[in-house]
């Protein structure tokens, strides 16, 4: 038995595609390397899918992570063999050796060392909830920074709307509202209550999802 993934697959699934993918798709129309991406603000609003879809679109790569030694991230580093990218998640978190290394391969300039070559042309994607703890000059050195808030009402019931079609259910417009109006402003809580709603109406007949039950207790 398998779980219907309700996180977004591709850009028709991304609410907020409109900034994040002509910067990649303009790059590649001009054969250049897309500039270095930074998606900050707080969990839970959809980080990781946005850079792992952007991975997908420039068509090579790969994961480091935060607390990796200056070592094993120069080694990811010159492992690339130009017009990569990497995804660094919790960039706030790297240690400062670390830190140091990936601000100079972002500039082009050689790591040092054994190293004396720049880094081939990559891209950096960086996430990080607690952007004032990242490094400022590794901050600096991002051609994009998407600052994620919380997502509006709207865009919840559009998200909710998605995820119906994806889990077999026919969603209302009135539903989709009130599940958006319960989600704090996060895909993810929303996702988590369409499930409950289908269990409750989930039967053997054709399923449509007309109103969403108030909760016990409310007038």
């Known amino acids: 038995m398998t779980k219907k993934r309700l996180r977004p697959e591709s850009w028709d699934d991304l609410t907020r595609r409109a900034v994040v993918r002509p910067l990649v798709t303009a790059a590649k129309g001009r054969q250049e390397q897309p500039d270095h991406v930074l998606l900050s603000g707080p969990p839970r609003l959809g980080k990781t899918a946005m850079a792992s879809l952007i991975l997908a679109e ?3 790569g790969k994961r480091a992570y935060a ?3 200056s070592a094993e991230i120069t080694a990811e580093l010159y492992s690339l063999d130009g017009g990569e990218a990497i995804f660094v998640d919790e960039l706030h978190a790297l240690r400062p050796e670390a830190a140091e290394v990936v601000q ?3 500039e082009g300039a ?7 070559d720049p880094v081939p042309p990559w891209t950096l994607i960086g996430a990080t909830t607690k952007l004032g703890q990242s490094e400022a000059p590794i901050r600096e050195g991002f051609g994009l920074h998407l ?8 865009d919840i019931a559009q998200i909710a709307q998605r995820s119906a079609i994806k889990l077999g259910i026919e ?11 319960r989600s704090r402003g996060v895909p993810r809580i929303a996702n988590r209550l369409l499930r409950r709603v289908r269990d409750v109406y989930d ?9 969403v039950p108030r909760r016990a207790g409310r007038r």
């Open 58 to 60: 420039i068509g090579d």
């Open 67 to 69: 607390g990796q030694s």
């Open 104 to 106: 100079l391969a972002m």
């Open 110 to 116: 050689p790591i040092g060392g054994r190293f004396a």
């Open 147 to 154: 600052a994620l808030g919380y997502y509006s009402v709207e």
């Open 171 to 181: 969603l209302q417009p009135t539903a989709a509202a009130e599940i958006a109006s």
């Open 203 to 211: 039967n053997p007949t054709p399923k449509q999802v007309n109103e």
